[in-house]
């Protein structure tokens, strides 16, 4: 048996070196690879065609400004100042930061609770209670978005109602206060499920005799789970820190419907998302549109690079 | 001579897979938990379940209510008239002029099943590929392609609109399945799932005997891939049916829109106009665009609870 | 009062396994027990029930004289080496001797002074810093064992702890595994599937077979006076020559075509074998009780001569009917036709050649003698 059991299993393969001496790879081996490429054409080509493709023509497009008169002219980075000094724009950001701020480290938490409770196998019915968590994900943002705002609306809506019969009148859950923490409770209930069982799974392969070691050391429970459980499904967490922080940052479907409900509150700067698409489709300023969207993308490559990092090193010390 | 079965029957496996579970995990009691904090641990759960549960109770139960019972009604239990069959007859028919429900489903199964089928065969070839050769670059690709991820989906879904429109494709089927067959978090699971389950010294066995490439492929590996497949496959469709931002802003045409898009329409002009009568239909409608995608996760069970775990798999 | 007593101990699963049947043995302090058997035959079941990991089914364990079967695995002080180390990966060699410590709320000078002295024992002071993936097999393997030795249990229990290493490794592991044992002085159940590592380890040796006791028992008895034929064969390499035989009335061995006179002396000294005259018995040669001597009494045709040097090995066929079969020891004896069906341990200086007819003798003291029905030996 391997000495090295415990070593990660090797991902990627590298490829030949090269640099000073240049290894030299068999006909065969190169023939090899060639059918390697010829498996990954097929997508690199879809990829290649409807992503990259139009990320660069958004990219080439924001430099450019049509108007009226004049037509279509070379504007350098015009757009990006225009987007970079708009308050609307970077409230937007603001918004959608504070969302994810707080509806990440929540939802998170809820999700790594039961996927703890299940991996305990506490609950007796785990299995069901697993499916129905599940639900959610299953359902597409925008019927959810409907549902829930049924469920909020100001005038109708259960809830409202609720609130109105413990003794809190006028409550409006869709209200400017009230808007942002409702769809982050709308955010919470589409998401958890999918969390939780990614995290049960990464749970259930933590290896049971590490587990039976901290058993037989008389460990606490508590310190079983934050000491030995949690830090051995830190890749996991990480990936889903990664993930839902992209989610949270183009948050789109939720407050576009909710609109329906409760006119006035979502405008059209609301979110990064809603606003490059009120400005490039609505008002069909597709370059300034394509500008923003840049700079969407570097802001949300610099915050989940940034909470990568963050989360790297703190973990470290512990 | 008695008979010997040959395979296991559903229910025995069933059975034998769940006692073999519970032999695996470690039993509650080693764990050392009081009573109390059972029965706590149990009541969120039950909590969590009904909160859960909420919006789908009120979307089955509402959507047998007339508009008027919808609004006024109290919004948990039924009110009469049951007007289910009522509101489900008027999905098949263009109700205010935006179209028809039953053809917007139609074309989100049409959608969802061949992007999610292409999206499929895409990620399966790419993640053999770069799992298990070696050829200049392709760990340039893979990362080039994993940063696709960070991409907003405007960022590529607005431009995409106006290459469309140089080349005709707008308002065209392709041009919603061929970017939706794009799936970086496919191509991901696919290549963890080949690296695991599909061992170099299977592939090398093979070519010794002198099959080709592509009939290694089709015969050795795929076989070894179908959970790994059932997963994305799930995904990709899932993906394509829940989709709203990128048929919204590339079809111009009623005609072509799938659900998500054609319910956020309805819901405009019934917020809009005090429309009669769309209420309800949106319900129904909303319900009717969940059952497909429930029932599916359901019946797929098996595959995509293992699929998951490579998600979590070390990055 | 043994430190470690199992008294009908037995397992069955809920998919209906009977892993372990009404085992019994006990462990004295500081004693060194191995617990050996083919794959599947209990022994691990069974130590897990002592360290309280694996439910009860019937009957008790104690420790001393405290019966401890409903007691949590938690307050048993009992520390287990396990088969793949279950070292916290995320820790690094200190953290992971300290653990238990910090479980039991020692006070940090007093921690430290622990782990520096047992990393000591175990010669890992100089990796105290290292995480478990920047380590060798042997070198995870002591820090599981310090790991356990630092909590100074009553009772230590390993579950193959050297199975994971390469032979030459292994080998040398067995030293310091004792070493550690001494050290803590604490009673150890050993659990393993080599026999070597039984014959030179063990205090006393139970061999396990399908969950059943087999035989319990000090190394020598083991491998002098097995109680059957699944201990004589598992014991011991090469493997005890076994063949379908007879005792005439006169009492004389009859081989195949062959007879090995029994001296009278032999036989009064032997008094259980006095029913068998006259009826069929196994008989079963060591390979080092066969040598090669020119009025020896038992003649045989050489196939295969190996030279190792220090000794060397003569297969041979006599024309006998093997009885490998009925041993049930799951080996892989080379039983078609016209292959050897036994094995002789000669002196290295020897000149055998394959091919030739030769002459062993054996002391008929030696021989062993089971019944070929049950497989009990015959003492």
Same mark, same amino acid.
């Given at each position: 048996?391997?000495?090295?059991?415990?070593?990660?299993?090797?991902?990627?393969?590298?490829?030949?070196?090269?640099? @000073?001496?240049?290894?030299?790879?068999?006909?065969?081996?190169?023939?090899?690879?060639?059918? @390697?490429?010829?498996?990954?054409?097929?997508?690199?080509?879809?990829?290649?065609?409807?992503?990259?493709?139009?990320?660069?023509?958004?990219?080439?497009?924001?430099?450019?400004?049509?108007?009226?008169?004049?037509?279509?002219?070379?504007?350098?980075?015009?757009?990006?100042?225009?987007?970079?000094?708009?308050?609307?724009?970077?409230?937007?950001?603001?918004?959608?930061?504070?969302? @994810?701020?707080?509806?990440?480290?929540?939802?998170?938490?809820?999700?790594?609770?039961?996927?703890?409770?299940?991996?305990?196998?506490?609950?007796?019915?785990?299995?069901?209670?697993?499916?129905?968590?599940?639900?959610?994900?299953?359902?597409?943002?925008?019927?959810?978005?409907?549902?829930?705002?049924?469920?909020?609306?100001?005038?109708?809506?259960?809830?409202?109602?609720?609130?109105?019969?413990?003794?809190?009148?006028?409550?409006?859950?869709?209200? =400017?206060?009230?808007?942002?923490?409702?769809?982050?409770?709308?955010?919470?209930?589409?998401?958890?499920?999918?969390?939780?069982?990614?995290?049960?799974?990464?749970?259930?392969?933590?290896?049971?005799?590490?587990?039976?070691?901290?058993?037989?050391?008389?460990?606490?429970?508590?310190?079983?789970?934050?000491?030995?459980?949690?830090?051995?499904?830190?890749?996991?967490?990480?990936?889903?820190?990664?993930?839902?922080?992209?989610?949270?940052?183009?948050?789109?479907? !939720?407050?576009?419907?909710?609109?329906?409900?409760?006119?006035?509150?979502?405008?059209?700067?609301?979110?990064?998302?809603?606003?490059?698409?009120?400005?490039?489709?609505? =008002? @069909? !300023?597709?370059?300034?549109?394509?500008?923003?969207?840049?700079?969407?993308?570097?802001?949300?490559?610099?915050?989940?690079?940034?909470?990568?990092?963050?989360?790297?090193?703190?973990?470290?010390?512990? | 001579?008695?008979?010997?079965?040959?395979?296991? &029957?559903? /229910?025995?496996?069933?059975?034998?897979?769940?006692?073999?579970?519970?032999?695996?995990?470690?039993?509650?009691?080693? #764990?050392?938990? /009081?009573?109390?904090?059972?029965?706590?641990?149990?009541?969120?759960?039950?909590?969590? %379940?009904?909160?859960?549960?909420?919006?789908?109770?009120?979307?089955?139960?509402?959507?047998? /209510?007339?508009?008027?019972?919808?609004?006024?009604?109290?919004?948990?239990?039924?009110?009469?008239?049951?007007?289910?069959?009522?509101?489900?007859?008027?999905?098949?028919?263009?109700?205010?002029?935006?179209?028809?429900?039953?053809?917007?489903?139609?074309?989100?199964?049409?959608? &969802?099943?061949? %992007?999610?089928?292409? %999206?499929?065969?895409?990620?399966?070839?790419?993640?053999?590929?770069?799992?298990?050769?070696?050829?200049?670059?392709?760990?340039?690709?893979?990362?080039?392609?994993?940063?696709?991820?960070?991409?907003?989906?405007?960022?590529?879904?607005?431009?995409? #609109?106006?290459?469309?429109? /140089?080349?005709?494709?707008?308002?065209?089927?392709?041009?919603?399945?061929?970017?939706?067959?794009?799936?970086?978090?496919?191509?991901?699971?696919?290549?963890? #799932?080949?690296?695991?389950?599909?061992?170099?010294?299977?592939?090398?066995?093979?070519?010794?005997?002198?099959?080709?490439?592509?009939?290694?492929?089709?015969?050795?590996?795929?076989?070894?891939?179908?959970?790994?497949?059932?997963?994305?496959?799930?995904?990709?469709?899932?993906?394509?049916?829940?989709? #709203?931002?990128?048929?919204?802003?590339?079809?111009?045409?009623?005609?072509?829109?799938?659900?998500?898009?054609?319910?956020?329409?309805?819901?405009?002009?019934?917020?809009?106009?005090?429309?009669?009568?769309?209420?309800?239909?949106?319900?129904?409608?909303?319900?009717?665009?969940?059952?497909?995608?429930?029932?599916?996760?359901?019946?797929?069970?098996?595959?995509?609870?293992?699929?998951?775990?490579?998600?979590?798999?070390?990055? | 009062?043994?430190?470690?007593?199992?008294? *009908?101990?037995?397992?069955?699963?809920? +998919? *209906?396994?009977?892993?372990?049947?009404?085992?019994?043995?006990?462990?004295?302090?500081?004693?060194?027990?191995?617990?050996?058997?083919?794959?599947?035959?209990?022994?691990?079941?069974?130590?897990?029930?002592?360290?309280?990991?694996?439910?009860?089914?019937?009957?008790?364990?104690?420790?001393?004289?405290?019966?401890?079967?409903?007691?949590?695995?938690?307050?048993?002080?009992?520390?287990?080496?396990?088969?793949?180390?279950?070292?916290?990966?995320?820790?690094?060699?200190?953290?992971?001797?300290?653990?238990?410590?910090?479980?039991?709320?020692?006070?940090?000078?007093?921690?430290?002074?622990?782990?520096?002295?047992?990393?000591?024992?175990?010669?890992?002071?100089?990796?105290?810093?290292?995480?478990?993936?920047?380590?060798?097999?042997?070198?995870?393997?002591?820090?599981?064992?310090?790991?356990?030795?630092?909590?100074?249990?009553?009772?230590?229990?390993?579950?193959?702890?050297?199975?994971?290493? $390469?032979?030459?490794?292994?080998?040398?592991?067995?030293?310091?595994?004792?070493?550690?044992?001494?050290?803590?002085?604490?009673?150890?159940?050993?659990?393993?599937?080599?026999?070597?590592?039984?014959?030179?380890?063990?205090?006393?040796?139970?061999?396990?077979? $399908?969950?059943?006791?087999?035989?319990?028992?000090?190394?020598?008895?083991?491998?002098?006076?097995?109680?059957?034929?699944?201990?004589?064969?598992?014991?011991?390499?090469?493997?005890?020559?076994?063949?379908?035989?007879?005792?005439?009335?006169?009492?004389?061995?009859?081989?195949?075509?062959?007879?090995?006179?029994?001296?009278?002396?032999?036989?009064?000294?032997?008094?259980?074998?006095?029913?068998?005259?006259?009826?069929?018995?196994?008989?079963?040669?060591?390979?080092?009780?066969?040598?090669?001597?020119?009025?020896?009494?038992?003649?045989?045709?050489?196939?295969?001569?190996?030279?190792?040097?220090?000794?060397?090995?003569?297969?041979?066929?006599?024309?006998?009917?093997?009885?490998?079969?009925?041993?049930?020891?799951?080996?892989?004896?080379?039983?078609?036709?016209?292959?050897?069906?036994?094995?002789?341990?000669?002196?290295?200086? +020897?000149?055998?050649?394959?091919?030739?007819?030769?002459?062993?003798?054996?002391?008929?003291?030696?021989?062993?003698?089971?019944?070929? $029905?049950?497989?009990?030996?015959?003492?």
């Amino acid at each position: 048996m391997s000495e090295t059991a415990l070593k990660p299993a090797a991902t990627t393969v590298a490829p030949p070196s090269t640099g @000073g001496k240049r290894l030299r790879r068999s006909a065969y081996a190169r023939r090899r690879g060639r059918s @390697g490429l010829a498996f990954v054409t097929p997508f690199m080509i879809v990829f290649t065609l409807f992503m990259v493709v139009p990320l660069i023509y958004a990219i080439y497009q924001s430099l450019y400004t049509t108007k009226l008169i004049g037509g279509t002219t070379f504007s350098g980075f015009a757009n990006y100042s225009t987007v970079l000094k708009s308050g609307p724009f970077w409230g937007g950001v603001i918004r959608v930061v504070i969302f @994810g701020g707080i509806q990440i480290p929540v939802m998170l938490a809820i999700a790594f609770f039961f996927a703890t409770t299940f991996d305990l196998g506490v609950a007796k019915f785990g299995r069901f209670f697993r499916a129905i968590y599940f639900v959610p994900f299953a359902v597409p943002l925008v019927v959810s978005s409907l549902m829930w705002g049924f469920l909020f609306d100001p005038g109708y809506g259960p809830f409202n109602r609720l609130m109105n019969a413990i003794g809190f009148h006028n409550f409006n859950w869709l209200s =400017n206060n009230w808007m942002v923490p409702s769809i982050i409770i709308i955010a919470i209930w589409e998401w958890t499920g999918y969390n939780c069982i990614i995290l049960y799974t990464a749970l259930k392969s933590v290896p049971r005799d590490i587990v039976e070691a901290a058993i037989l050391d008389d460990t606490p429970l508590w310190r079983i789970i934050l000491r030995i459980k949690l830090p051995m499904v830190r890749p996991a967490i990480i990936m889903l820190v990664f993930i839902n922080t992209i989610g949270a940052m183009q948050l789109f479907i !939720e407050p576009t419907i909710l609109n329906n409900y409760q006119a006035g509150v979502v405008t059209n700067t609301y979110t990064p998302v809603i606003d490059i698409y009120s400005t490039a489709i609505s =008002n @069909g !300023e597709y370059q300034l549109g394509a500008a923003m969207a840049v700079v969407l993308a570097v802001v949300i490559i610099a915050i989940s690079v940034t909470s990568l990092a963050f989360r790297n090193r703190r973990r470290d010390f512990a | 001579m008695s008979e010997i079965a040959l395979t296991e &029957s559903r /229910k025995d496996r069933r059975r034998r897979e769940r006692l073999e579970e519970r032999d695996a995990a470690i039993p509650v009691e080693l #764990y050392g938990l /009081k009573r109390g904090t059972v029965t706590l641990l149990t009541t969120c759960c039950v909590l969590f %379940a009904v909160f859960t549960l909420i919006p789908i109770v009120w979307i089955v139960i509402n959507s047998t /209510k007339t508009q008027a019972n919808i609004f006024q009604s109290f919004g948990f239990w039924f009110a009469r008239p049951f007007e289910f069959f009522h509101t489900f007859a008027n999905l098949f028919r263009d109700v205010d002029g935006d179209g028809t429900y039953s053809h917007w489903f139609y074309n989100t199964v049409v959608y &969802s099943v061949v %992007a999610g089928v292409g %999206a499929t065969v895409l990620a399966a070839l790419g993640g053999y590929g770069f799992a298990r050769f070696e050829f200049r670059g392709s760990r340039l690709f893979f990362g080039f392609i994993i940063a696709g991820l960070l991409v907003p989906i405007t960022l590529v879904a607005v431009p995409l #609109y106006l290459v469309y429109a /140089k080349v005709h494709l707008i308002n065209s089927i392709w041009g919603m399945i061929m970017p939706s067959m794009v799936t970086p978090v496919g191509l991901y699971l696919m290549r963890t #799932y080949v690296e695991l389950s599909i061992p170099r010294e299977l592939l090398d066995a093979a070519r010794i005997d002198g099959a080709s490439e592509v009939r290694i492929f089709f015969r050795v590996a795929l076989p070894l891939m179908v959970p790994g497949l059932m997963t994305v496959l799930l995904l990709s469709i899932a993906g394509t049916w829940n989709n #709203y931002i990128l048929p919204l802003i590339i079809f111009s045409t009623n005609n072509l829109f799938p659900t998500t898009v054609g319910m956020g329409l309805w819901l405009q002009h019934a917020g809009n106009s005090g429309d009669t009568n769309l209420f309800p239909l949106l319900v129904m409608g909303g319900l009717m665009t969940i059952i497909p995608m429930v029932a599916l996760f359901a019946l797929l069970q098996r595959y995509w609870r293992g699929g998951l775990l490579l998600g979590s798999v070390a990055n | 009062m043994a430190a470690i007593s199992l008294r *009908g101990l037995t397992k069955v699963f809920a +998919t *209906g396994t009977e892993a372990v049947s009404d085992l019994s043995l006990d462990v004295e302090d500081g004693e060194f027990v191995v617990l050996v058997g083919p794959s599947g035959c209990g022994k691990t079941t069974a130590l897990r029930m002592v360290a309280g990991l694996e439910t009860i089914t019937s009957g008790t364990v104690s420790f001393g004289d405290r019966v401890v079967n409903d007691v949590s695995p938690r307050h048993r002080d009992v520390a287990m080496v396990f088969q793949n180390y279950a070292l916290y990966p995320h820790l690094s060699v200190y953290q992971n001797i300290a653990f238990a410590l910090e479980n039991k709320k020692v006070e940090k000078a007093e921690r430290h002074r622990r782990v520096v002295a047992t990393a000591a024992v175990v010669g890992l002071s100089e990796l105290l810093a290292r995480r478990p993936r920047n380590l060798s097999g042997g070198q995870r393997q002591r820090v599981a064992m310090a790991r356990a030795l630092v909590r100074s249990p009553a009772v230590f229990l390993m579950d193959e702890p050297l199975s994971n290493l $390469d032979a030459k490794l292994r080998v040398a592991m067995r030293g310091e595994v004792l070493a550690v044992h001494r050290s803590a002085g604490a009673a150890t159940l050993y659990v393993t599937h080599d026999q070597n590592e039984a014959m030179t380890m063990g205090d006393r040796v139970a061999v396990l077979r $399908d969950g059943v006791l087999q035989q319990y028992a000090t190394p020598r008895e083991l491998y002098d006076q097995p109680a059957n034929l699944f201990v004589a064969t598992f014991m011991g390499s090469p493997e005890m020559n076994l063949y379908e035989a007879a005792l005439d009335s006169a009492g004389d061995v009859v081989l195949g075509t062959q007879r090995l006179p029994l001296p009278g002396a032999v036989l009064r000294g032997r008094p259980a074998l006095a029913p068998y005259q006259g009826r069929k018995v196994i008989v079963g040669i060591r390979p080092e009780d066969l040598d090669v001597s020119t009025d020896g009494a038992l003649g045989a045709q050489a196939r295969l001569v190996e030279v190792l040097g220090s000794e060397q090995y003569v297969y041979f066929s006599i024309d006998a009917t093997p009885a490998a079969a009925a041993a049930g020891a799951d080996g892989d004896g080379l039983l078609a036709t016209g292959t050897p069906n036994g094995v002789a341990r000669i002196d290295p200086r +020897t000149q055998v050649r394959a091919g030739e007819r030769v002459t062993f003798g054996v002391d008929p003291v030696r021989l062993h003698f089971f019944d070929p $029905d049950s497989g009990a030996a015959i003492a």
